[in-house]
């Protein structure tokens, strides 16, 4: 991989994955369609990150930082999509 915004934006899409994916509930209550949600996020975000893996594409730099203020998001509210979700 030669381009250096594709490289940022894999590991972007991997750790934002891999901390949904590490998830604890801890007692919170479960909710079908958040739990659908954050599936669906994973596989998103996953096969974001496979396809930057694979097809080294050139990617700009509005994609590369959307994909580190995705993962800020997500890390700022330790992986649960549920807080993502709600509307204060």
């Known amino acids: 991989m030669h381009n250096p ?3 940022i ?15 604890r509930r801890d007692g919170a209550r479960y909710r079908h369609h958040v739990a659908w949600f954050a599936w669906l996020l994973l596989v998103v975000l996953g096969g974001s990150a496979i396809e930057l893996a694979i097809h080294a594409k050139a990617i700009g730099v509005f994609e590369a930082v959307r994909a580190i203020l995705f993962t800020i998001l997500v890390f700022g509210v330790r992986g649960n999509v549920a807080r993502l979700l709600r509307s204060e």
Do not use: D, M, P, Q
């Open 5 to 7: 915004l594709a490289l």
């Open 9 to 23: 934006a894999l590991i972007a899409y991997t750790f934002a994955a891999f901390r949904i994916l590490t998830y």
